[in-house]
């Protein structure tokens, strides 16, 4: 093979790299904008703008599609162990950002149920968690972008921040029904909607995880606190 041949075969892989990445930021991006979008509904009580982040849910999904489809044409040129790490974190994390997507959706279907009952003062407890989650989504995004590690271990130990609003936000609904039985079906959506927000940080730690796999293989990661009590009550 001529130099000039083999630098056309590696340019040509690098841009494909380069495009893969480009396109899983891209599909992160949208999906931290529809969770935004969802927790504006929320506050709002806008049932019109909830049903077009549902359907914008699609177009995430069909951008995972697409970057699963560029992720078999890089496997199929032979990578190398490094570019290897790249594929398998692109198709890990790009599912990650599609799960984040369904939540996001979810946030905003469920929104149209609880405008069906009296305004509850918990939802800016709901925003809070939802804004902590968006965050750790962006910055997750970032470190993936510039091989963060450091970002990236950061994100992976601020899920407890979640967790713990969650868990606050989890047991002020309870007492809140328990005070007062009209209230339980509103709080009940409320709590649904918690847990996928709590599920969305979960899944950005997922993504910090693949990062630190990316850059550092196989070397084991540095334990983390876990803060999620809902449990020992009986979470959804």
């Not at 989650?133 to 950061?154: G, K, P, S, T």
């Amino acid at each position: 093979m001529s130099t000039q041949m083999h630098d056309h075969i590696v340019k040509s892989y690098d841009e494909e790299q380069r495009r893969l990445l480009n396109e899983t930021l891209r599909m992160g991006e949208m999906a931290a904008s529809q969770l935004e979008a969802a927790l504006d509904v929320v506050q709002r009580r806008d049932d019109k703008a909830a049903e077009r982040i549902i359907a914008n849910d699609e177009a995430i999904d069909a951008l995972e599609l697409e970057i699963s489809h560029d992720v078999m044409k890089l496997a199929l040129r032979g990578p190398m162990a490094r570019d290897l790490r790249e594929i398998l974190s692109a198709i890990r994390i790009a599912a990650d950002i599609e799960r984040i997507g369904d939540y996001a959706a979810n946030v905003a279907k469920r929104s149209t149920a609880l405008n069906l009952s009296p305004p509850l003062p918990h939802i800016s407890g709901l925003h809070a968690i939802g804004t902590l989650a968006v965050q750790q989504l962006r910055d997750v995004l970032a470190a993936y972008r510039d091989n963060n590690i450091e970002l990236a271990q950061r994100v992976r130990a601020r899920d407890a921040e979640i967790d713990i609003a969650y868990t606050a936000l989890f047991r002020e609904l309870l007492t809140y029904m328990m005070e007062d039985a009209r209230s339980i079906t509103g709080c009940t959506h409320l709590l649904f909607m918690a847990k996928n927000i709590e599920r969305i940080g979960d899944h950005a730690t997922n993504i910090a995880e693949n990062v630190w796999f990316l850059v550092r293989g196989e070397e084991l990661l540095p334990p983390r606190e876990k803060r999620d009590d809902s449990s020992t009550t009986g979470a959804v």
